[in-house]
């Protein structure tokens, strides 16, 4: 049994004999009391670690080693055994002493003198300190002289898996177009990992997503998140919130993990057509508004935002295209319409428009969703206002004689009220006009005769002005003037 055990060992280190022979000619020197090298790992790799640490020697003289390793964190009651120097003039007869220097030396790395086992007393962070660079010499333990020059070498600390996974730049903000097509990419992240990237697994990251499914998806090894659903639809839903997680150790049981989350916001596109609030609009407005008084406001909804719900109004039917027009109010998102021209109850009380809201921005990817537009009948109502009385002449020109007699008819004027009540009118001069008071009027039926005598050679000429008053039921007056 022993003898199969020998050949075992020698089987599995062949391969290891090989590539240390190639080095310089330094061998390391193994622990020889395996209860003190930090246990971790499996039975196989202990076995390894333990075999790792064997003593090689060398038939040439000068120093005995190789590199040596020690794993981090060992927090156990006893030194850790880390190797062991050794010179082949060293015939074990203790007359010879090893010195340590250089990194640690006594403060990390305590050597005996005597046998040349290295141990480490205190706590090691490969993340604070990967290697330790010291420099070994044996001399007479009697002179301290010298006996071969000094020779440097190396202390590993070999990692293992004590830091989680960080997201240092989360958490995360991505946007991407509503209704994109499935697989389409909206962002990566990135975890970083304290530990080896060499050694083992322990800084190799596999990504997942923990919330944020179906919608979205990760690519393990990139962190490259896309759509997991086409057509999503910023109507419906704008924002996501997606949990993602970072594990070491290739994803596999044991491994630490760390999380972030990413916020993706669906931008607008113009997928939504505009639509009236109402099918029919009723307005009203007085005959005598003013032009260009805004008459009502129509709105097209639409449930996209920013450019892609803007649209545009217009007239396209109706037996008042020409007397009214319709704008577009672009912060209101909204149609004025006015007055263009004059407007006369007693002609029309009524008008009927046709108006269209139109997107300004199309889409073409959504062409096949629309038409972008749609349209809506307007009803605007003529009301009666109370005008003046309408003279039947803008003028009116009267010839008389000189020597005409008082309280003849010299002429008549007259009037009418062009409202629909057709109310009675009555006339007056405008004595500012007629300040002799050479005329008088017939309050009812507008003729007007002579008060005084008139004489052409004091004045060719009388200009007067006539008011027609229109009398109401309300006993209020409205004036017309000539």
């Known amino acids: 049994m022993p003898e199969r055990l020998a050949e075992m060992l020698l089987d599995l280190w062949t391969p290891l004999i090989i590539l240390w022979i190639t080095l ?4 390391y020197m193994a622990p020889m009391n395996q209860s003190q090298v930090l246990m971790s790992g499996s039975p196989l790799e202990l076995n390894r670690l333990s075999e790792e640490q064997r003593i090689l020697n060398r038939s040439k003289r000068g120093w005995v080693w190789n590199q040596m390793f020690v794993l981090e964190e060992f927090s156990g009651p006893e030194p850790i055994l880390v190797g062991r120097l050794h010179t082949d003039l060293d015939p074990g007869s203790k007359k010879i002493k090893y010195i340590l220097s250089g990194d640690g030396a006594g403060t990390i790395f305590q050597i005996n003198d005597i046998t040349g086992d290295i141990h480490a007393i205190k706590r090691l962070d490969r993340e604070e300190k990967a290697e330790y660079t010291l420099t070994a010499q044996a001399v007479d333990w009697e002179t301290n002289k010298p006996l071969e020059p000094p020779s440097e ?61 179906p919608y979205f998806s990760i690519e393990p090894e990139t962190a490259i998140i896309k759509t997991a659903l086409p057509n999503m639809d910023r109507e419906a839903k ?127 990817r959504f062409s096949g969703r629309g038409p972008f537009k749609d349209t809506a009948t307007v009803k605007i109502v003529v009301e009666d206002a109370d005008e003046p009385p309408v003279f039947s002449s803008p003028t009116y020109l009267l010839e008389v004689h000189e020597n005409a007699a008082l309280n003849s008819v010299i002429g008549q004027v007259t009037a009418r009220d062009p409202d629909i009540t057709a109310s009675p009118i009555r006339f007056s001069i405008d004595r500012h006009t007629d300040l002799e008071r050479q005329f008088n009027i017939n309050a009812d039926d507008g003729k007007i005769t002579l008060a005084t005598p008139l004489d052409r050679e004091l004045s060719v000429w009388h200009n007067i002005t006539i008011i027609a008053t229109e009398i109401s039921h309300s006993n209020s007056e409205c004036h017309g003037q000539r």
């Open 238 to 364: 704008e924002e996501y919130l997606v949990v993602i997680q970072a594990k070491d150790m290739g994803g596999h049981s044991g491994g630490l993990s760390g999380t972030t989350t990413l916020t993706v916001t669906l931008t607008d596109v113009n997928d939504n057509p505009p639509k009236f609030a109402q099918s029919l609009y009723h307005f009203s407005v007085p005959e005598d508004v003013v032009l260009g008084t805004a008459i009502g406001r129509v709105k097209a909804n639409d449930q996209d935002i920013g450019e892609n719900a803007q649209s545009s109004y217009d007239i396209i039917d109706g037996d008042g295209t020409a007397l009214f027009e319709i704008t577009s109010d672009a912060q209101a998102q909204d149609g004025i319409i006015r007055l263009r021209k004059p407007l006369d109850f007693e002609t029309k009380k009524s008008y009927t428009l046709k108006v269209e809201a139109a997107n300004v921005h199309i889409d073409p």
């Open 153 to 213: 070498f190396i202390i590993k600390v070999q990692d293992i898996n004590d830091n989680a996974p960080e997201f240092l730049n989360g958490p995360y903000h991505a946007t991407v177009p509503e209704m994109s097509i499935l697989g389409t990419s909206v962002t990566n992240v990135t975890a970083t990992d304290a530990d080896d990237p060499v050694y083992g697994n322990s800084a190799k990251l596999v990504y997942s997503i923990l919330e944020g499914q």
């Open 24 to 27: 310089p000619p330094c061998i």
